[in-house]
């Protein structure tokens, strides 16, 4: 992996955490939803989840609904599931149209988001020639479907440079991948306490016994910052109490396990024997986050070598963080914490926090004249 890449080098110290009240301002919260949410590339799902012409589905981005369809020329596109004639919601869910027709005065938008019909409009002098949904910028990574609010927004690839290379060369059957498997959860912490807890593994020796001992190999485990991703790779555990039954080949890639973390609220993982998930944030407000944990499989019925790790991951290094972050989320409401210390080491070893302090530097960039 080119670790080297765009690596942003924290030099050894110590460095303070952001203050508390940024982790629960609802002013800053509001903030961050236009500055940093509605700027940034969101996972939406999947190519596989809308294969047909007419295909849809509704997702919720940067607190908007975000309407993703397959047209008849068999391209996906997204565009704000607003009705533009007087802003009703145009569509609820998911499932398959020719004509996506507004239920409250049946105007109807075609495959490609092109307004077709428009009761009254000949008698009215009202020409829908050239009218259409408002589009989104929509993007494949490697069969992921990612959308961005922001139509001055650098593309996808150029914004992730490395790590979009690396995620098809270490998942090359992800973008065939079907859904097989969600797990969830309604954290409440805010979204920055979920995403430092997932960027670093000063923690995981403490916490995650089945993850350390039975999946990865921690002295080889090493987080990149990248600025716009963040990369996490590991070999995998060679001893005899594996959590599941991966093969080992330390040369071989889909023995590796890896993680890259997509600013700032999606992750793209490798388990060992070659096993994608995703990882998507859902902020719902300062004090809340949902997270969505979706595993991309050959086929949507797990093997059995899929479903114990599936089963592994739900039980141990997934929920072992729930408590971890709502403690730290109740302790940002406290009179007795303002801001804590990031401590970094000089290998940038597996315990330290440099990456913690990268989401700090990064925040601080975009949010510095709102705090
Ligand atoms: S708001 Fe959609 S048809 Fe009037
Ligand atoms: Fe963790």
Sequence with gaps: MEVKAREIVAPRGVYETLPSRVYTSPDLFSTEQERIFARSWQLAGHQSQTPNSGDFRVERVAGEDILIVRGDDGVLRAFYNICIHRGHALVEGSGCRKLFTCPYHAWGYDTRGRLRVAPNADEAGFDPTGKALKQVRLELLNGLVYVNLDTDAPGLADTLGPTAREIQEYLPN??????????????????????????????????????????????????????????????????????YAYDHDADEKSSMFASWLIWPLSAVQLYPGGVGMTFRWIPISADQTKVEVDWWLTDATPTEMEAALIENHATTTFSEDF????????????????????????????????VIKGIRDRYLQEMESYL
């Excluded at 805010?190 to 921690?218: L, M, Q, R």
């Design 174 to 243: 992800l973008n065939t991948c079907v859904w097989a498997h969600r797990s969830e959860e309604m954290l409440q912490a805010n979204w920055k306490v979920v995403i430092e807890n997932f960027n670093e593994c000063y923690h995981c020796a403490v916490v995650h016994k089945s993850f350390t001992e039975g999946i990865v190999d921690p002295a080889s485990y090493r987080i990149v910052d990248r600025g716009d991703s963040f990369l996490h790779c590991s070999l995998s555990q060679s001893n005899d109490r594996r959590a």
């Design 323 to 354: 408590p971890l972050v709502e403690s730290v989320q109740r302790s940002m409401h406290s009179r007795g914490f303002d801001t804590g210390f990031i401590l970094v080491d000089e290998q940038r070893s597996q315990m330290s926090e440099h």
